[in-house]
């Protein structure tokens, strides 16, 4: 057969350099690291404790308005209901007098609304001057009822300062009766004037209805 022969032959360098090179990558694929698989789990492998969050809106309290004007009169009045304080207001009214006033404001600061605005219209039936400060802090508000009743009452005390104010309130309503206020007051001039600079729908309206309004009460 082939003998010894082989071993002289060309390709014997070669062929043992392959082997040994196959063995050496044979002896390092037994060695070197696997990588390890993909692990899929919903859940951590270490949880960490977080801080909770602080409530952001606080604790609510209930703020409950104490209404205490009623003992001004009589110490016992402590637990008078809606319908008795409404009686009361309307008495106040009746007396008309600085006393009543005086009351009548107290109520003004505790009460809330459909009681605050008959203290309002209770004003109207106060001395002016006595009235006013009050009827002011009325026209203040961003109710509508509030400030309506402070016109009409103000119109009643022919209140020209409120009543010039409030030709210019975003309430169509209340800028009617505040010009009818002013008319009343013999003050046509400052409704002319102010008129005669604007154009929008509140001063239309007052073009519209005071004319119709001169002519009821004439009648």
């Known amino acids: 057969m ?6 002289h032959s060309e390709f014997v360098v070669p062929g043992l350099l392959l082997g040994v090179l196959g063995l050496a990558l044979i002896g390092i694929s037994q ?9 899929n789990t919903t859940e951590p492998i270490e949880t960490i404790p977080l801080p909770r969050a602080a409530d952001a809106t606080g604790t609510v ?3 409950v308005r104490e209404i205490t004007w009623p003992t001004r009169i009589d ?7 809606d319908a008795e304080r409404r ?3 309307e008495g106040l009214a009746l007396i008309a007098n600085r006393w009543s006033a005086d ?3 107290a109520a003004f600061d505790q009460e809330t609304g459909d009681l605050r605005i008959a203290v309002i219209e209770a004003l109207a039936e106060i001395d002016s001057d006595t009235a006013a400060p009050t009827l002011e802090r009325a026209y203040a508000s961003y109710a509508v009822p509030e400030r ?3 016109i009409d009452a103000a119109s009643r005390h022919a209140n020209v300062p409120l009543l010039e104010r409030a030709l210019r309130d975003t309430d169509g309503s209340i800028a009617l009766a505040a010009a009818y206020g002013l008319h009343r007051a013999g003050r046509n001039d400052l409704v002319d ?4 600079t604007h154009t929008d729908a509140r001063s239309n309206e007052i073009r519209r209805i005071l004319p119709m309004l001169t002519l009821i009460e004439a009648r």
Do not use: K, M
């Open 2 to 7: 082939f003998g010894l022969d082989f071993l």
């Open 31 to 39: 060695f070197w690291p696997r990588p390890r698989g993909v692990i």
């Open 61 to 63: 309290t209930d703020f």
């Open 75 to 81: 110490e016992s009045a402590t637990n008078l209901d």
């Open 87 to 89: 009686a009361l207001i």
């Open 103 to 105: 009351l009548l404001t």
């Open 148 to 150: 309506y009743a402070a």
């Open 193 to 196: 004037d102010h008129l005669s």
